[in-house]
């Protein structure tokens, strides 16, 4: 016996034991020991269910019934649940039983990842590993801030670029922002108002402007040329153009980042992350230009001034490099596009069937779904009584019976929004398509039929609403 199996034996520990043991209790030790509201809005609306296991695209739950994935744990699930290669590297990497963060070494991963990364943005040329979106995000700001000896960052309206307190100076949400102030000196500006950018960078304290190419929220993409003239701007004013590609980046858009629709876009800095991770462990990473990081890293004294704990671990390096090799190996990022393509005419083939259907939007699979209101007499009362208690409450309505009668996981994309995000893995093709849109059909139907169940459930959601003011 060697000695870590005695090693495992005195330990007792049985994880598989142990959730054998105790899932039941899940809703109730996540009540009793973390976020109480979760498990109580769950609840609510219907969707505390117990998945046992997942697979793609794909959950099961405890009766053995299958649930279509739309939201991929908002991006993070790129390639699906447990993907094959990804899973064997993991495998592969702990039982290599590598030095891992000595601090004081340099392991080959973190290099072959960077390298690897850069691949698909030519124009940079070094990467920083974090762990998250918002750390990828807060590396930007500080490198920017301090490569351009400059305070103030722009951002657009409505933007979301995490919750960390840097990453929260630039959210153009103020239900995220309220009660966290002081935040570091920043200010909005309207997506695509070159004027007002021009006006900000005028008064020459501006260290860079972070734009998602697509805002999360709304789904609501960069007006043509946006990013070219924004990106000339900053730099005849000294100041840096930081993509914000967490969620759009490794293929979600069609591209490998979705700056690359629009030619002549070359970021400063790109931050990635979610996809990145192949679902398992978590990692950012901010890609920028040599200058840029020999201005922060300015001389050996200065060699940790900016780093992270877990960056660069070996995990997340080996999931990080299986990632991009499937990308490649599968056509992931055409699959993205092609997939998304029919995804998004099939839905906007649509809109003018369902009059509360206003407006399909997006690139490659990401996808918004815009519900308006009504020209019918019946259907805008109906549309009223929702708006009067809660906007955002008729997307709820939509994204409720979708996952209780139909079993497809959705979410609506913004809080005060009346539109869904679809996000799926990137593997998924027409099966899922046919899935979809069949499902949305039966909910849209019975939307505008005058005695849907539809409606009962959006009663159910006004008495809730009136009743949390």
Known sequence: ?????????????????????????????HTRHLNHQLPRMLRTIGFDKVYERAEGAYFWDDEGQDYLD??????VMGLGR??????????????ADLADLTRFDCQPLPGLLAERLLTHAPHLDRVFFGNSGTEAVETALKFARYATRKPRVLYCAHAFHGLTTGSLSVNGEDGFRKGFAPLLPDTPIEMGDLDALERELARGDVAGFVVEP?????????PPGFLRAAQELLHRHKALLIADEVQTGLGRTGDFFAYGHEDGVEPDLVCVAKA?????????????????????????????VHSASFGSNAQAMAAGLAVLAVMEDEEVVANARRTGELLRDRLAALVDRYELLHDVRGRGLMIGIEFGRPSSLGLRSRWA?????????FAQM???????????????????LEVIKLIPPLIIGEREVDRFVEAFTAVMDDAHDGGGLIWDFGRT?????????
């Open 1 to 29: 016996m060697t000695a870590a199996e005695q090693q495992q034996r005195r330990s007792g520990f049985d994880l598989g034991k142990l959730l054998a043991e105790r899932a039941s209790e899940r809703y109730d030790l």
């Open 214 to 222: 697509i805002q999360g929220k709304g789904v609501h993409e960069t």
């Open 398 to 416: 939509v994204v409720v019976p979708l996952l209780r009668r139909h079993r497809i996981l959705t979410q609506v994309s913004g809080d005060h």
């Open 385 to 393: 009584m929702l708006q009067a208690a809660r906007k955002g409450l």
């Open 82 to 95: 447990h993907h094959p290669v990804v899973r064997k590297a993991l495998h592969d990497v702990l039982d």
């Open 461 to 469: 959601l006004v008495k809730q609403a009136v009743a949390g003011r």
């Open 70 to 75: 739309m939201l991929a744990g908002f991006g």
């Open 276 to 304: 990145l991770s192949g679902g398992y462990v978590p990692v950012g990473a901010t890609l920028g230009k040599d200058w840029i990081f020999r201005r922060v890293y300015s001389s050996m004294d200065r060699v940790l």
